[in-house]
């Protein structure tokens, strides 16, 4: 499917983790928008989504720690990989992101939940049938917020501390940012406002006229979540600005430290 790179990009600057969330159903129409935008956003064959059916609790008990326990959501999306793929963790990144800013678009809520000791992989992977060279990076539960965030997760989450955004100077090298093309800068922003485990931000840019490059700040240090998959997240952003900036190019994927880079089409 085409990005509908508008939308999504006001998503970008629109999203905010959310955990508590009003446990009414979704209504069917929602439902099967997120089903068919899990079946049709599908850009690398290495990684897909499916909307589990079954109730997300048993699956998000262990939700807890820096990201807060998840209470209350009526749905959740499994972001699946082909383990097969050395570039696995970027494809499920940039796919999952999708989804979310999707969902997003649509008024709902959504929060990205990655490693095994904040979501039951086992529990998740039985409920969807994967395949074996298959496991479950991450899932997002998705529903309606209850009212203003609370204290907790102003404290835990995107409203408060760990919303907060490294400037990019200090995350950027290359181009100046006074000679970076139009493009350039709003696909930083974007790029700069991509999710990621305890906010940790651990992506680096390079710029050149027609390119920028993303790598990782430490390859080593991941806290048991894969840092390309938070890059692959990045990845998304800079392209849904760059063509809302209506500037089309392509990604060329790379090894530690770096991940991938985006080169303008001629």
């Keep these: 499917m085409e990005i509908p790179f508008h939308g999504w990009h006001v998503a970008i600057f629109q999203r905010r983790s959310r955990r508590r969330y009003d446990s009414t159903p979704l209504e069917p129409a929602q439902l099967d928008n997120l089903k068919a935008i899990c079946r049709e956003f599908r850009p690398f064959p290495q990684a897909r989504a499916e909307l589990i059916d079954a109730s ?3 699956i998000l008990r262990g939700a807890i720690g820096s990201y807060g326990k ?4 009526p749905t959740l999306i499994a972001f699946i990989g082909d383990m097969k793929d050395p570039h696995v963790h970027e494809k499920v990144g940039y796919t999952g992101e999708g989804i979310i800013l999707e969902a997003t678009a649509m ?17 998740a992977a039985s409920l969807l049938g994967i395949r074996k ?12 917020p209850v009212g203003e965030p609370t204290r907790e997760e102003t404290a835990m989450t995107g409203f408060g501390l760990f919303h907060k955004r490294k400037p990019l100077v200090k995350i950027v090298t290359g181009l100046e940012s006074g000679k970076q093309p139009h493009w350039v800068r709003s696909a930083l922003d974007a790029a700069r406002l991509a999710p990621s485990a305890v906010n940790r931000q651990p992506w680096r840019f390079h710029v050149e006229v027609d390119s920028i490059t993303v790598s990782m700040d430490n390859p080593a240090l991941n806290l048991g979540i894969s840092k390309r998959l938070d890059c692959g997240i990045a990845m998304l952003h800079i392209e849904v600005a760059a063509l809302d900036n209506k ?20």
């Excluded at 998840?70 to 959501?73: C, L, S, T, W």
């Excluded at 060279?133 to 309606?144: D, F, H, I, N």
């Excluded at 500037?247 to 001629?266: H, I, M, N, S, Y």
């Design 56 to 58: 997300p609790d048993e």
């Design 70 to 73: 998840i209470k209350g959501a």
């Design 107 to 123: 008024g709902l809520s959504t929060c990205w939940v990655g490693g095994s000791i904040f979501f039951r992989r086992g529990v």
């Design 133 to 144: 060279q298959e496991k479950v990076l991450a899932v997002t539960p998705v529903g309606r």
């Design 247 to 266: 500037v089309k190019g392509e990604w060329q994927l790379l090894t530690d430290p770096k991940v991938a880079r985006f080169k303008v089409k001629k």
